[in-house]
């Protein structure tokens, strides 16, 4: 498989204070599924940030699609991010528009006629179970609800990668299960999923995904072969 | 006319009901002063130009002799000669009984006695202000009385177009000083909005939308908010100007009959709400981008 995703090296400091990432290097290969794991404050966050180019590296190359995103000039990021969705952990819809609008904003942001918008975010709408609830405004759906929307307005555009932080943190488990669910058949129809998460219980229920598990701003284990921390029991997080 | 509703999907991306009308206010109020300032230039200007075409070939000559015999052969003479004159469209001696009625506040009745000794005035208009016509007046009023004197208007009301074009020019500075403080208040009004609607932007940028997608959003309100403020202040101010014009008709000024405004210039006075909501809607885009740009 190609690599959709690579990092060289790559260092990140907000300011002038200490690096939050430091010398993280890793390749994410296409339609793969990736778990980001770590401790509060590791830098899983940051990584994300570098990957949906919310932030550019200080140090070190960041190839996204082949491209060094690190040099890419401003005007050609929109293309990029458009090809990547992001659920943020706190869900960011914009509070004002409906959940069909929401869903809709990537398609209109990418220039997509009215007429042909509504098809699929219904569709968007009934793959997240919430066809009835079209019209209702963030504030008044539960975490769960807008969760699912948060995810159905990062996959509509068919995005080549579906980054997801901390996804499951808002929600009860019932619901974190179905929301894995809902990433695992996005990621069988081929879309790279990299998922922030430190719940251990649900990295367990995607047997056939990496983790990548990010230390005080270092990666421990960058090939992801190292399914679970060593000296930890299988499913359970290091205390 | 998409443009203006709100049906329009991308125009419902900003939250709109958290922005204040205080935009369109300003910009009523701002526009009715400017409607104001540029009414009272244009009209200044139509004055001075009245004023210019009126006095520019309008000449007295003024013969001054004791003897009323001579002084008055000596008047109908010269209007002979300079009616002969090319680019002379009327030459006439003023009657003695009207100059008699406008001495009449300084001498009292003796100025209706024959006896006064009173100088002749003779009226030229010329068809244009040309030196050359004017020399050629002289030349002839001198040839018969050396002593004549030609007096022209435009010399004498000189002042007053200088005043007129003082008038037009600050008028015009005041234009543009409020034209300048509009783009102030729009680069303000910008880069509120941005800060108001921070996070729904971030969202937007992290969707792929492009700094000209979101300057769009902006530049499209503000130039509405210029446009329908801008056309209440000066759909007033256009009233007052009416009000005023017709009171100063009622007074009868030949100077004041100058300061109207033709059809063109009222549509030019009308065209200023809209001139400004270009003038905003670029500037709001220009500098929606400039902070944006300093963006990732």
């Known amino acids: 498989m190609a690599n959709i995703v690579q990092f060289e090296n790559v260092g990140l400091r907000y300011g002038t204070g200490a690096e939050t990432l430091s010398d993280v290097s890793f390749t994410l290969s296409a339609g793969s599924f990736y778990f980001v794991t770590g401790a509060s404050g590791a830098g899983k966050t940051s990584l994300l940030k570098l990957l949906y180019l919310a932030q550019r590296p200080t140090r070190g190359i960041v190839r996204l699609f082949g491209e060094d995103a690190g040099a890419l000039p401003r005007n050609r990021l929109p293309g990029f991010r458009r090809r990547i969705g992001v659920v943020f952990q706190d869900f960011r819809l914009v509070p004002h528009l409906s959940a069909f609008d929401n869903i809709a904003l990537p398609l209109r942001v990418a220039g997509m006629p009215e007429s042909e918008i509504e098809g699929p975010v219904r569709e968007m709408l009934a793959w997240v179970n919430l066809k009835d609830r079209g019209n209702a405004k963030p504030p008044t759906l539960s975490g769960g609800e807008q969760q699912r929307i948060a995810i159905a307005r990062a996959v509509i555009n068919r995005p080549e990668v579906l980054v997801a932080d901390e996804p499951t943190g808002n929600v009860d488990p019932d619901m974190a299960e179905r929301l894995l669910h809902l990433f695992d058949s996005l990621n069988r129809l081929g879309t790279t999923v990299v998922v922030a998460t430190h719940d251990f219980q649900l990295i367990n229920r995607i047997p056939d995904a990496r983790m990548m598990r990010i230390e005080r701003g270092r990666l421990s284990d960058p090939t992801g072969a190292l399914r679970h921390p060593p000296g930890s029991p299988q499913g359970q997080a290091p205390a | ?296």
């Open chain 2, 1 to 296: 006319m998409s443009w203006l509703t709100s049906d329009n999907p991308e125009h419902r991306l900003l939250d709109e009901s958290r922005s204040t009308r205080s935009m369109l206010w300003i910009m009523a109020i701002m526009l009715f002063l400017t409607t104001l300032a540029a009414a009272l230039g244009l009209s200044m200007a139509s004055a001075s130009a009245a004023l210019d075409r009126q006095l520019a070939g309008r000449l007295t000559i003024q013969l001054v002799e004791a003897d009323a015999a001579r002084r008055d052969a000596a008047a109908r003479t010269i209007v002979q000669r300079v009616k002969a004159l090319g680019q002379v469209s009327r030459v006439a001696e003023v009657d003695r009984t009207r100059l008699a009625e406008l001495l009449q506040p300084w001498l009292g009745d003796a100025g209706l006695d024959a006896e006064l000794p009173m100088p002749a005035m003779i009226d030229v208009d010329l068809t244009s202000g040309d030196p050359a016509a004017v020399a050629a007046v002289t030349r002839a009023a001198q040839a018969v009385a050396p002593a004549a004197r030609v007096d022209r208007h435009a010399q004498w009301l000189s002042p007053v177009a200088v005043f007129l074009t003082t008038i037009t020019l600050f008028a015009a500075a005041l234009v543009l000083l409020m034209a300048l403080a509009t783009t102030a208040v729009v680069l303000l009004a910008a880069r509120a909005g941005l800060d108001m609607h921070r996070d729904t932007i971030a969202v937007l940028h992290m969707l792929g939308s492009t700094d000209r997608q979101v300057a769009r959003l902006f530049q499209r309100r503000i130039a509405l908010d210029t446009f329908l403020g801008g056309a209440l202040g000066t759909a007033v101010a256009l009233g007052i100007v009416w009000l005023l014009g017709r009171q100063a008709g009622t007074l009868g000024s030949e100077l004041l009959s100058g300061v109207a405004l033709d059809r063109s210039d009222w549509s030019m006075l009308g065209a200023i709400p809209l001139i400004f909501a270009l003038m905003a809607m670029i500037s709001a885009r220009a500098g929606v981008l400039r902070a944006l740009g300093q963006t990732l």
